[in-house]
């Protein structure tokens, strides 16, 4: 009988919890939102013919190879959304997109990869300024070119940057979100620079470099270039023929601009800063002006016939292999906003 009244018991409370549910049966009023599905693709050049050299037609077969400097997809993306009142909300989302929340009515929608490790935003409450710069990067050893600007900070390379902006999407209640594809463009892209050696280079321990006259920042939402120019530091690798580098960079200042193969006030200077084998320092400046009027995106830099004199490379006491510890390291500085 106990069995009998517990079964009952059970049945009645179902039916007194079916009793107030009688108004959720159909969801979908309750479900509509204002929200989309992001689908998102990614152009992966490291740089772009600006009128130069088309380097992806006229690759050399001793460089390495085109398609290995292309950037990797991302890790995540981030879509920031705009209304008219000044209110903004961030949503983290995969790589390759997913569901995020808008505002009521009209939204700007900016898009960039969250997963930067030297790179820093600035003005991100504001879509149609925000701006990407990277971290203020000093070397005791440094000194600048006279081929470069006076006074130019010294900077990271940025690592890799994509990005695309929407203005004016209008957002509506939907049950289910509305598919917004978005290919976002690069706005990092890479230089290989390659110092050349006539002799000498079996003297070389370790190498680094720095580029002048590259854009210190880029706007988010036209990838428009800063008119300030800073310089990158970066270190370089031992090859056979001499040095390389693989060098991220905004790009050029002031691009594009249909004014930049002409502007007089652009100054690329190249140096480069080795470290024999004997422990001895050597700097070597090279003006490459002329070789960034036709690359402001990404592209190929070379000095060629640097010569290391058996003098230089055989002082001192014999040669011997030097650490990195009797090498002035870099010094990562804080970037005040």
Not at 165 to 188: G, S
């Amino acid at each position: 009988m106990k069995r009998y009244l517990l079964l009952l018991t059970v049945m009645l409370i179902g039916v007194t919890s079916c009793e107030h549910k009688d108004l959720c049966y159909d969801h979908r009023d309750h479900a509509h939102r204002y929200h989309i599905n992001v689908i998102a693709d990614y152009r992966l050049d490291w740089e772009e013919c600006c009128g130069g050299i088309d380097w992806e037609e006229s690759w050399p077969e001793d460089y390495i190879d085109y398609d290995g400097l292309r950037p990797k997809y991302p890790s995540g993306l981030r879509v920031v959304a705009y209304n008219e009142k000044g209110d903004y909300n961030i949503h983290n989302i995969k790589p390759q997109g997913g569901v995020v929340s808008l505002y009521e009515g009209m939204n700007d929608l900016l898009f960039y990869n969250n997963d930067t490790e030297y790179i820093i935003f600035s003005r991100t409450g504001q879509g149609a300024t925000t701006r990407a710069t990277t971290r203020t990067r000093t070397r005791a050893t440094y000194t600048p070119s006279a081929f470069a600007k006076e006074g130019e900070p010294t900077l990271s390379p940025p690592d890799m940057l994509f990005a695309n902006y929407y203005e004016n999407y209008y957002a509506e209640k939907v049950v289910e979100p509305t598919d917004v594809e978005v290919e976002l463009q690069p706005l990092v892209f890479t230089y290989k620079i390659r110092y050349e050696f006539k002799s000498g280079l079996e003297y070389v321990a370790m190498a680094r470099g720095a580029l002048s006259g590259m854009a210190s920042s880029v706007l988010l939402n036209t990838g428009e270039t800063s008119d300030d120019s800073a310089t990158l530091l970066f270190d370089c690798e031992v090859t056979d023929y001499g040095v390389r580098a693989i060098v991220n960079s905004f790009g050029a200042p002031g691009y594009p601009n249909p004014n930049y193969p002409t502007r007089a006030d652009n100054q690329h200077a190249l140096n480069l800063e080795i470290l024999l084998r004997n422990g001895k320092t050597i700097d070597f400046d090279y003006d490459v002006t002329n070789q960034l009027k036709s690359q402001p995106h990404g592209g190929v830099i070379v000095v060629k016939d640097i010569v290391i004199s058996d003098d230089d490379g055989k002082q001192g006491s014999g040669a011997f292999d030097v650490e990195v510890d009797e090498w002035g390291p870099y010094e990562e500085v804080p970037l005040p906003l």
